[in-house]
């Protein structure tokens, strides 16, 4: 619950319309990589796409069956490493689409590996394949804010949370450690849950480099500002949406 209400400000409307406009045949299959609780799926199922929802975390997997539950779609969900997709029969040259939304590639642990990812990704899809992703720039991210941000889940918990960003931050890394005080209904003491997140200032130039090591597999088929087709990508923008598409006779890159 306080999962989806700290990622508000993801335009999962916007980011899944877009799917929408893409040349896709009817029905096509749909990876999500990096599902996390299952918006962006949800949103594509009920579009007509048949989506496999892919996430480490079962935590959120069980999150992400219960949405799909709630509004009567059917998805597969699956808890597989995202950086080995496409080396099963599940998932080998099966998809017409995959997706990686929500600016997931900014934490640093996904971009650091993302060539692996991009090579599971070409495994899993069928030549002509399209895959989408998005990664906030560098220029996107804010300062911590000082207060806590108060969250009310209908079943009476509430959740604050306290965002601390580490002073020890480079120019391309910046660390934060989020703390949670959990409040519950029935009036028992309040219960803290911490964790740590680093995200990558990317700059659009890191991204164009490394899409070069993979021309060999993939072909950009648009660069855009926001999640439309006639919004392409300009110097200077803060987010970056890049449409890949699966090359015939792609040779996989080592």
């Not at 804010?145 to 604050?160: C, D, H, N, R």
């Not at 890049?242 to 996989?252: I, T, W």
């Amino acid at each position: 619950g306080f999962y989806d209400l700290d990622h508000q400000w993801r335009d999962y409307e916007a980011q899944a319309g877009l799917i929408r406009t893409l040349p896709l045949p009817p029905r096509a299959r749909i990876l999500d990589v990096c599902c996390g609780s299952g918006s962006h799926a949800v949103l594509l199922a009920k579009q007509g796409f048949r989506v496999t929802g892919v996430d480490q975390s079962e935590a959120l997997l069980a999150q992400a069956r219960s949405k799909a539950r709630g509004v009567r779609v059917r998805i597969a969900w699956f808890k597989r490493d995202v950086f080995s997709l496409g080396r099963t029969p599940e998932f080998a040259s099966r998809f017409e689409g995959a997706i990686l939304l929500g600016w997931t590639l900014s934490i640093d642990a996904i971009s650091r590996r993302f060539p692996e990812l991009l090579r599971g990704v070409a495994r899993a899809l069928k030549p002509g394949g399209l895959f989408v992703f998005d990664v906030a720039l560098g220029a996107n991210f804010h300062p911590a804010p000082e207060s806590p941000i108060v969250y009310m889940l209908p079943t009476g918990f509430k959740g604050a949370l306290t965002i601390r960003e580490d002073e020890r931050a480079t120019n391309s890394l910046k660390a934060f450690s989020y703390f949670w005080d959990i409040s519950r209904p029935d009036g028992r003491p309040p219960r803290r849950v911490a964790t740590r997140e680093v995200l990558r200032m990317t700059g659009p130039q890191e991204i164009f480099s490394l899409l070069k090591e993979f021309s060999g597999q993939f072909e950009v088929a648009h660069c855009l500002r926001e999640y439309r087709l006639d919004r392409p990508f300009r110097k200077g923008e803060k987010n970056l949406i890049v449409v890949l598409r699966r090359l015939d006779g792609a040779v996989e890159q080592e």
